[in-house]
């Protein structure tokens, strides 16, 4: 899959994608991922990205302009199958892993990435299929959100879990609804506190069982809202 990560400071991606799933993924010829700086498509002296809001208001706005002259490089010709385009935003729908497995489906992603107090509405309106939010809190831009939605993207791809086990797991305790239970591993006493006796057991069916109550346990009190 490939990803282009549209952004006023390309330098940001250097660290999160250099780690990890994301960064294998991107060695074994998974994953694709280009960062394109903004500003190279501007061409004022100033290489201006914002400019301030129509009726007033704190702060700037970036210019929709450097925007859609950036994904039309990008994608030439205009958007074909399996090409889609997301913004970043405050505004957005919020992430979760259905919309993660609906994006790994796709084949070339462009994340446009907002800074300042937000993003021309035509952007949104003309430009991205969807705009999404990664939570209920207030980042200072679209960089961080775009690593986080490449990170869980790229772990949903065929061949990218060196471990396949690991995703039949995943998807497992993500069907269940459920948080996962809790795990332990030695020593059996750490400081006196003791592991669950029938982990040590050997008895499959009784830890199978122990597991589910111990996920329900942890899900009411962690996340009352995953039991409605
Ligand atoms: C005056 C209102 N502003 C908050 C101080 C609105 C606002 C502007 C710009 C809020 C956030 C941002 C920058 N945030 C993002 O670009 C962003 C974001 C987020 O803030 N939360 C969750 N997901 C995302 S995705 C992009």
Not at 51 to 76: S, V, Y
Not at 156 to 181: I, K, W, Y
Request: with cysteine; glycine share 10%.
């Amino acid at each position: 899959m490939k990803f282009h990560l549209l952004t006023i400071f390309p330098e940001f991606f250097k660290g999160p994608l250099d780690h990890g799933v994301v960064s294998r993924a991107a060695n074994n010829g998974f994953l694709d991922i280009t960062v394109h700086d903004l500003r190279k498509w501007t061409f004022d002296r100033h290489k201006s990205v914002d400019d301030r809001p129509f009726g007033g208001g704190e702060g700037m706005l970036m210019k929709a302009e450097p925007i859609f002259l950036a994904a039309e490089e990008i994608f030439p010709g205009g958007k074909k199958e399996g090409q889609k385009i997301v913004i970043l935003s405050a505004q957005g729908k919020l992430f979760d892993q259905s919309i993660a497995r609906r994006l790994a489906a796709e084949k070339e992603l462009l994340l446009i990435c907002g800074r300042y107090e937000g993003v021309d509405e035509r952007v949104a309106e003309n430009l991205a299929d969807e705009e999404i939010s990664i939570g209920d809190f207030v980042l200072s831009g679209g960089e961080l959100a775009a690593a986080l939605i490449l990170d869980v993207v790229a772990r949903l791809l065929p061949g990218v879990l060196g471990n396949e086990a690991s995703s039949v797991q995943e998807s497992f305790s993500e069907d269940s609804g459920l948080l996962d239970c809790p795990h332990y591993t030695r020593p059996a006493d750490f400081r006196g506190w003791k592991a669950p006796e029938v982990l040590m057991g050997g008895n499959h069916e009784e830890i199978r069982k122990w597991r589910l109550q111990a996920s329900i346990a942890k899900t009411v009190k962690n996340r009352p809202d995953l039991m409605k």
